[in-house]
């Protein structure tokens, strides 16, 4: 899967949005495919991906197939993807992933198996407290856990730095890089949101 496709994917998507027949709120991907791209040539197809609302592109690198993606998020499912072939689980609450995939995490150790888990979070989620605690736990524990962050540069639409008083020393032990969204937070930006 190359880049031209994510991006051809998306933009489908776009189109189906506005043609008004995705009713619920989508949040797509955009200006982070070569990033993505890289990490997921790491990412072992019997591991687990957890990521948050602007998950498509995660679910298609791991494995999802793009028909039956696309069939999810006209369904209303954009935010809240979930697969056991891949698999992969996204939630839309703010770090709501974080303590699953440690618990996946820990059971992988405790099951002896050869796969890891990888939690991707945006830069806001990444200062928050479920994060500092979970990224502690997860070390101390040594857990074949993989933490990602993806710095936007944005808390929803403020300024992480804004709404955060500057930002923490990012940890050595986790994936980081900085992106500029290609979307808005959410829709497509041809509508008026309230």
């Not at 880049?3 to 991907?29: C, M, N, R, W």
């Not at 955060?164 to 969204?181: A, F, L, M, Q």
Request: net charge negative.
């Amino acid at each position: 899967m190359d880049k031209q496709f994510l991006i051809d994917f998306e933009s489908g998507i776009k189109e189906v949005y506005e043609a008004g027949q995705i009713t619920a709120p989508i949040h797509l991907s955009g200006g982070n495919e070569d990033e993505l791209i890289k990490i997921f040539e790491d990412v072992n197809e019997d591991d687990w991906v957890f990521s948050s609302w602007r998950n498509h592109y995660h679910a298609l690198l791991h494995g999802i197939k793009p028909d039956e993606l696309a069939n999810m998020i006209v369904r209303g499912k954009s935010m809240s993807l979930y697969s056991e072939k891949p698999k992969f689980y996204s939630s839309s609450i703010v770090g709501g992933i974080i303590p699953i995939a440690v618990g996946t995490a820990k059971a992988q150790k405790l099951n002896d198996s050869k796969n890891k888990t990888w939690c991707f979070v945006g830069d806001m989620t990444f200062e928050s407290g479920i994060f500092y605690e979970a990224h502690k736990y997860a070390r101390n524990h040594n857990l074949p856990l993989q933490f990602v962050v993806e710095d936007n540069g944005l808390s929803t639409n403020t300024p992480t730095n804004k709404t955060w008083g500057g930002s923490r020393d990012i940890p050595e032990d986790i994936i980081y890089y900085k992106y500029e969204r290609g979307y808005p937070h959410h829709g497509t930006g041809n509508w008026i949101l309230f």
